[in-house]
T-cell receptor, first 112, second 117 residues
């Protein structure tokens, strides 16, 4: 089983739609959680951190459920510019290193 | 402020050759990590260096090696290149590791795209 699993998509949605991405992680020792966005042939960029209390940044809402080892990202009122791959990331401090483990990413295509 | 920089941006090598990739972290950042991203996959952790010491290594063969210099820049070396080494190699820098995980963030450079023929 992969340490971080995501539905690869693609998710094709019309502009203005609401779309949700899910991610599960297998290592209960995982300590921090993030969503990164990656545009085609570009580097990943931090979208938002994910907290158990949930957090919102404009049209984006992220949620963490530690008991179920599950992370979600909700995008409301999708824009064409939201088209990208969304990477679920968990981090774990091994005692010497802070290791980021990425999911394979979920591709989102927003259309007119 | 300058972000993470990597060189070269693109590279084409032949099987069996050696390659050196370079990374300069954000000013003030002491940790550099290297990741390999093959097409259609998420980045995979290769190494982390902090204060010039190797702090972590992913599941990669000994053909992969790295080092960090006193100015915190870093090199990733890959020997005896294989076709499967073709990937985007990403460098990420951060100011801390481990201690402040709630605010832990890594900032990625634009990557070096390596093609092995």
């Amino acid at each position: 089983r992969k340490e971080v699993e995501q539905d690869p998509g693609p998710f094709n949605v019309p502009e203005g739609a609401t779309v949700a991405f899910n991610c599960t992680y297998s290592n209960s020792a995982s300590q921090s959680f993030f969503w990164y966005r990656q545009d085609c042939r570009k580097e990943p960029k931090l979208l938002m951190s994910v907290y158990s209390s949930g957090n919102e940044d404009g049209r984006f809402t992220a949620q963490l459920n530690r008991a179920s080892q599950y992370i979600s990202l909700l995008i409301r009122d999708s824009k064409l510019s939201d088209s990208a791959t969304y990477l679920c990331v968990v981090t774990r401090y091994t005692g010497t290193a802070s290791k980021l483990t990425f999911g394979t990413g979920t591709r989102l295509q927003v259309t007119l | 402020d300058a972000g993470v920089t990597q060189s070269p941006t693109h590279l084409i090598k032949t099987r069996g050759q050696h390659v050196t990739l370079r990374c300069s972290p954000i000013s003030g950042h002491k940790s550099v990590s290297w990741y390999q991203q093959v097409l259609g996959q998420g980045p995979q952790f290769i190494f982390q260096y902090y204060e010039k010491e190797e702090r972590g290594r992913g599941n990669f063969p000994d053909r992969f090696s790295a080092r960090q210099f006193p100015n915190y820049s870093s090199e990733l070396n890959v020997n005896a290149l294989l076709l499967g080494d073709s990937a985007l190699y990403l460098c990420a820098s951060s100011s801390v590791i481990g201690q402040f995980l709630s605010s832990y963030e890594q900032y990625f450079g634009p990557g070096t795209r390596l093609t092995v023929t």
